[in-house]
């Protein structure tokens, strides 16, 4: 099972996933999975330093040239991380993912959804999340939250984007969201984390995909 993670910049994403690995820890002992992320990947030198060019704040790279790296990250990703664990019957929860492409790149950056989706088509393979959880907060929200960051100094290139460029990123995410609601699971990302984690793991435990996995996960089991 393939679950991954969307939102705006701040939203919460690597915390609820650190939760979730403590949820699935403490509930579902003989659960097998795996957390991965993008741009970059779990424990992939490549990857990793491809992702380092993206978010460094002194890169002066074209959108094209972005699109490009994400997009050869995003192969090695798939091919050394993703695939082998979903070839074990894992499950894969990844921060980040095609959607968070499809909205900066594609929506944001202006080179269109379908340059963004025929990119990507050319390296998943048709390797499509089974859930994706979007952590809803509006841009300004976003705005408040990647603030507070800068004080800390905890902030990349593509934190530091203008208002236009959230504004659009949040946009995109909404028409995707339409394309496909089925997949998409939202939640309420402006309230404390708690609630949001309670309001994950009902809507996960009453997702019948997720449902289906675990039956099948235990019944292979005993």
């Not at 919460?12 to 579902?28: A, D, P, Q, S, V």
């Not at 993703?82 to 019957?89: D, F, R, S």
Request: net charge negative; with cysteine; hydrophobic share 35%.
């Amino acid at each position: 099972m393939f679950i991954t993670f969307e939102g705006p910049d701040a939203s919460g994403k690597t915390t609820l996933i650190n939760k979730l690995i403590e949820y699935f820890t403490k509930n579902y002992p003989k659960l097998q999975f795996i957390t991965t992320r993008e741009p970059g990947g779990k424990d992939i030198i490549e990857a990793e330093k491809i992702r380092e060019i993206i978010l460094d704040k002194n890169s002066k790279i074209s959108s094209v040239s972005e699109a490009l790296l994400y997009t050869t990250s995003r192969r090695i990703h798939l091919e050394r991380v993703i695939w082998p664990a979903l070839k074990e019957n894992k499950i894969v929860i990844c921060d980040r993912y095609v959607d968070s492409f499809f909205a900066y790149q594609g929506y944001a950056r202006k080179l269109g959804i379908d340059y963004a989706k025929t990119l990507t088509n050319l390296v998943i393979e048709n390797t499509i999340p089974d859930i994706t959880f979007f952590l809803d907060i509006t841009p300004s929200q976003s705005k408040q939250r990647l603030n507070v960051l800068r004080l800390i100094n905890q902030h990349d290139r593509l934190d530091d984007e203008n208002d236009v460029f959230h504004n659009e990123v949040y946009n995109g995410y909404q028409m995707l969201i339409k394309q496909d609601p089925n997949r998409f699971i939202i939640l309420n990302a402006d309230q404390p984390v708690d609630l949001v984690f309670n309001e994950l793991i009902t809507k996960l435990n009453n997702d019948q995909r997720f449902q289906n996995y675990i039956a099948k996960v235990f019944d292979d089991s005993n």
